[in-house]
């Protein structure tokens, strides 16, 4: 099929998505829904307009089908598919080492302050916004904690290429996602052992092993598999990139199968209560950045660490940790919102110039950044 018949696929289909709704024919909602979504992302993967929603896009059809067809991301002959989000979050974690090196470590040294500001935000801003609008919302304890944990967790892997489109400092965004991921062991339990322990049992050491499991070894292995064989293994660092965004849809498939009858329930309030959320990170990352005098780029940087969560982590500590896929509802809502939010966020603050800097200084950065990224992926 050629792809400029697409949209008119993914239009005819949404237009048969509502004619089911509205006729009461409920079953064929899902499977239209499915062909939407997909037809629209495979569309965004070829249109520059659209490409940076592509991933989006595949999650709303993840979460369609899972919602159709629950069963099918619940069990398969009796293997039951929420034991492979943690091997699935491990192969993402190791996809983003395989994006650092040891420089990336180095340049928490170069800027401390911005890094220290950033983690500051990070920590306290987040968990504190969870926790205020889970009691606002009067969430049921799992998924209060559902909430309270997303904002708890490190930078999301998503937040530096925002970072580099919003014309950011993408050295520095890859530092704070790093120095915030090494962190993360001990700053995502304490807060929820703070936070959520009035909503579930928190066990600290339980949290923090499964976190240093979960995110910081295969991290490091993919840091070293960049050390030792990159370039050298051209097929792998070619598909990681897909596998990553293929493993976070599937998970957020199994996790939405798991709790189809809460999201049901509690689906909207959650969506509200993330862009609330998102919007917290954003506003007082950046205008908490420049009050403590950070520079605009920087500042830019900042706003995408701290808004941006790691939803992956948090739906895994979800499953494994506080064993419950109603506290992994948040994490399924806040990735896809927080992807569309982000985008749209970088698009607009990339057509509105840097303005502590002159032309010359941000032609120079902006070269330097754009090298970066390809050399990256």
């Not at 943690?86 to 180095?106: N, V």
């Not at 500001?117 to 504190?128: E, K, R, T, Y």
């Not at 976070?248 to 909207?268: H, M, N, Q, W, Y």
Request: glycine share 10%.
């Amino acid at each position: 099929m050629s792809s400029r018949l697409l949209p008119t696929v993914s239009a005819l289909a949404g237009a048969a998505a509502v004619a089911a709704w509205i006729s009461g024919a409920h079953i064929w909602i899902g499977p239209a829904l499915i062909a939407a979504f997909a037809s629209l992302g495979l569309y965004a993967r070829t249109s520059e307009r659209l490409g940076g929603f592509a991933f989006t896009i595949w999650v709303f059809a993840f979460v369609s089908a899972s919602m159709a067809y629950p069963e099918a991301f619940i069990d398969w002959g009796g293997f039951e598919l929420k034991r492979l989000i943690l091997p699935l979050i491990q192969i993402i974690m190791f996809g983003m080492g395989t994006s650092l090196s040891l420089t990336d470590f180095k340049r928490a040294l170069q800027k401390p302050k911005a890094v220290g500001v950033c983690m500051l935000l990070q920590f306290s801003v987040m968990p504190l916004a969870g926790w205020t609008l889970a009691k606002l919302f009067g969430f049921e304890p799992e998924v209060a904690a559902g909430v309270i944990l997303i904002g708890s967790c490190s930078a999301g892997v998503a937040s530096n290429v925002m970072v580099y489109l919003a014309k950011g400092s993408l050295a520095l965004g890859v530092t704070m996602t790093t120095a915030s991921t090494l962190l993360a062991p001990v700053m995502t339990p304490l807060a929820m052992k703070v936070l959520a322990g009035a909503y579930v049992p928190i066990s600290f050491m339980e949290m923090m092993l499964e976190i240093i499991k979960m995110i910081i070894l295969p991290v490091f292995g993919g840091l070293a598999f960049n050390k030792l064989l990159h370039g050298r293994i051209g097929w792998l660092d070619r598909i990681l990139p897909t596998m990553s965004m293929s493993a976070i849809c599937f998970i957020i498939a199994i996790i939405t199968a798991l709790s189809r009858d809460k999201l049901l329930e509690v689906g909207l309030a959650l969506i509200a209560a993330a862009m609330i959320h998102n919007v917290i990170g954003y506003v007082l990352g950046y205008n908490g950045a420049r009050l403590l005098g950070l520079s605009e780029r920087d500042s830019r940087t900042v706003a995408f660490e701290v808004g941006l969560q790691n939803g992956g982590m948090a739906s895994g500590l979800a499953i494994n940790v506080l064993r419950s896929s109603d506290a992994a509802l948040a994490p399924a809502i806040f990735g896809p919102w927080m992807n569309i939010s982000g985008s749209s966020l970088a698009s607009y603050w990339r057509r509105r110039p840097v303005t502590d800097e002159d032309a010359a200084t941000t032609a120079a950065i902006e070269a330097a950044q754009r090298l970066a990224l390809k050399k990256r992926h």
